[in-house]
């Protein structure tokens, strides 16, 4: 059975910095190394991107694609996917983790990979929590997205 989330993710970007490391080895989510001449098979999956129609419960049926990398190299690992996979973005929800680039600006409206991961399942009705486990700023993002994310007061406990 193919994983519900696939994420695509650059090596270039630090192990130890990404807020996704944590999900390595869990069910239902597959990581895949960016290297020269990968085609990623995208059959079945929506990307998460910052173009296209807003994410809805009509896309439940579909695989979660994720490319975990900086603004900067996204088109380069885009350039691997086979196929055009629909993309859905997020609606304007506000990130908790503490951005800082002295080389690249980030959009305003960017979200860290792991905050942008836990959304998408909420918004396609199946909410989990424990992608959030061992995120540093879960709370935060929580308290700051509550209400868009349709999630109840005690829904972090």
């Known amino acids: 059975m193919t994983p519900d989330i696939l994420i695509l993710r650059d090596p270039r ?9 944590p ?3 869990c069910e239902g989510v597959q990581f895949v190394n960016h290297k020269g001449g990968l085609v990623l098979e995208t ?18 049926d579909l695989g979660i694609l994720l490319v975990d990398s900086s603004w900067r190299r996204l ?8 196929g055009d996979p629909p993309r859905r973005r997020l609606p304007a929800l506000k990130t908790a983790y503490p951005r800082k680039s002295s080389v690249f600006e980030d959009p305003d ?18 909410p989990q929590l424990d992608l959030l486990d061992d995120y540093r700023w879960r709370e935060a ?10 999630l109840e007061s005690g829904a972090s406990e």
């Open 109 to 126: 409206a960017g979200l860290a990979s792991i905050e942008a991961l836990f959304a998408a399942t909420c918004l396609l009705g199946r």
């Open 141 to 150: 993002f929580l308290d700051l997205n509550r209400r868009l994310l349709g």
């Open 43 to 60: 059959a079945g999956r929506f990307l998460l991107h910052h173009e296209g129609e807003e994410l809805s419960p009509a896309d439940a």
């Open 75 to 82: 088109p380069t690992l885009l350039r691997s996917l086979d």
């Open 13 to 21: 970007e630090s192990a130890k910095k990404c807020s996704l490391t």
């Open 23 to 25: 999900l390595r080895g």
